[in-house]
């Protein structure tokens, strides 16, 4: 392992910082405005801060890994959501080989292959092998009561949890000119920006809120959020330029792309949780929920990110 | 000294398999002698319930099981006995020398809190919980002054379903209802038929394709 990039340490030092002076700003409007705890507001947003602290540190000691720290969390990240996801499926028994081969199969192959960099395999294992042998196994268990519908909800998690999520650790492997040894800052731009989107378009909302965008799905969601948060992640995004291979405003277009289809993604995440009839994934990160509901913005901009930039970019 | 060591060993690996949550809905988690029973649908159940324990509890908390399948296999004795310090208790009447709610009372009596599953069985059915066994109630009235808590297990007979090897990792709850008492004039049905019904409430509605 070699000393992390001077870039990173600007990077984490800066992050420090936000979160510092976002921690201060949580304490005094406790201290202001909830000294008992009663406001649900303000001890969300303090659990929140508090949950942000724990994921720039895991994310800043991944980063500072290098190729192991970035895989490792990624691959535990989509273990954990895949571990929510299967929880609000209607498996069977018939599905255990099924759902056992994604776990301990399919899931740690995924990463390996992503570990070694292996581009022709690693983007189409799952589309393909894994999408055609897994109905084969839980065909010759011979259970065919509602086969079509229990297929296709693990395919799709298999799809959402771990192919999206694996495209974050595979920007390691793309090969661009003058820009080697930094790759890591590709995921730290890309992460940044899916989640100063979301962090932005929440206080947009609450500030200015007032049309509702998908009133059915997502009841916190409005245009005024979307738009002022959008735009505001658009130009922090091409403010963070000098982290990547990119210009300014190739930086701001690229952002602007992964601020869509993050903000799709949660919309479309929403609708899965709508149809099941919870409120959260999961309850693993306080204030968050669980590891999905962090997770779906960056999990639907990842490999749209990661192919942009390996068609314009990359030499491999 | 080992057996400490394997029963983290089991508490890590139920985490990671179930990041298993306590809801604490009824009462609280606090130091005192109780009789915890729950459903049955997987032998991992207590290990559930154990693991949502404050450690505090747990020292103190011992789960009621069957020796027919505990005392099978060394490695089944050390982990009943040395690492949960399981109170086994014989299921089938014939081969009975000791009373099981005598045991359980004398458990009782040294200080101890019980998790017992009044289903007597492991539930493999459609059915969400099997009709109880009178055990309770005849537990209930020898030691009146004991809480009893109602405990969901939510989702763990999915992770491990019967004849399986390989559990599949499912996000899983233990949820703990208002605690009962057997009442003074009672009558053993109805006893048991409230205790069924408070276990029962504390079971999600199911979304059922």
């Not at chain 1, 738009?227 to 990119?246: D, E, K, N, V």
Request: hydrophobic share 50%.
């Amino acid at each position: 392992m070699s000393a992390p990039h001077p870039d990173l340490l600007t990077l984490l030092a800066g992050l420090a910082a936000v979160l510092v002076a976002a921690s201060i700003i949580g304490y005094v409007l406790q201290w202001r405005l909830s000294p008992d705890g009663s406001n649900i507001v303000i001890e969300n947003l303090n659990d929140r801060i508090r949950a942000w602290w724990v994921m720039v540190i895991l994310m800043g000691l991944a980063l500072i890994g290098g190729r192991m720290g970035v895989t490792l969390l990624f691959a535990f990240c989509s273990f954990a959501a895949l571990r929510e996801f299967v929880t609000l499926t209607n498996t069977r028994r018939a599905d255990h080989w099924a759902l056992a081969a994604a776990f301990f199969i399919v899931l740690p192959l995924q990463y390996y292959l992503i570990w070694i960099g292996w581009y022709g395999l690693y983007s189409i294992f799952i589309p393909v092998y894994a999408f055609l042998l897994m109905p084969i196994m839980a065909a010759l268990r011979g259970d065919t009561d509602h086969y079509l519908v229990r297929i296709a909800e693990v395919q799709w998690a298999l799809m959402i949890c771990v192919f999206c999520a694996s495209h974050v650790p595979a920007l390691l492997s793309l090969d661009i000119p003058g820009y080697e040894g930094r790759n890591v800052l590709l995921i730290a731009f890309l992460v940044i920006v899916v989640q100063i989107s979301d962090v932005l378009q929440y206080v947009w909302g609450k500030l200015l809120g007032r049309t509702k965008i998908a009133p059915k799905l997502s009841p916190s969601k409005t245009v005024e959020g979307f738009i002022g948060g959008a735009l505001s992640a658009t130009l922090i995004g091409a403010g963070l330029a000098w982290m990547t291979p990119f210009t300014p405003l190739q930086a701001g277009l690229l952002s602007f792309v992964i601020v869509l289809m993050g903000f799709f993604g949660g919309l479309v995440m929403s609708a899965i949780k709508r149809d099941r009839g919870v409120k959260d994934w999961g309850h693993m990160i306080a204030g968050h929920g669980g590891f999905i509901d962090r997770l779906d913005s960056v999990v639907f901009s990842a490999p749209i990110f990661f192919h942009l930039v390996r068609y314009w970019w990359s030499l491999t | 000294m080992l057996a400490k060591f394997v029963s983290g060993l089991i508490v890590g690996f139920a985490r990671f398999i179930t990041a298993v949550r306590g809801n604490w809905e009824g009462i609280d988690p606090a130091d005192e002698q109780r009789i915890y029973f729950a459903n049955h649908a997987s032998h991992g159940d207590f290990v559930l319930i154990w693991t949502v324990l404050p450690p505090r509890l747990r020292r103190r908390t011992r789960p009621v099981a069957g020796a027919d399948y505990w005392r099978k296999g060394r490695l089944k004795r050390f982990i009943g006995q040395n690492v949960f310090n399981a109170l086994l208790i014989e299921r089938h009447r014939e081969k009975r020398t000791e009373d099981p709610v005598a045991l359980m009372t004398a458990a009782l009596d040294e200080g101890a809190s019980l998790i017992v599953f009044p289903e007597g069985t492991r539930n493999t059915g459609d059915t969400r919980l099997l009709p109880f066994k009178s055990g309770l109630y005849h537990l209930a009235m020898a030691r009146s002054s004991v809480d009893l808590v109602p405990v969901w297990v939510e989702n763990l007979n999915r992770v491990m379903p019967k004849g399986e090897i390989v559990p599949i990792p499912l996000i899983c709850t233990v949820t703990f209802g208002a605690p009962l008492r057997v009442g003074e004039a009672e009558a053993k049905q109805d006893f048991i038929a409230r205790a069924e019904a408070a276990l029962l409430a504390l079971s999600p509605k199911t979304t059922v394709l």
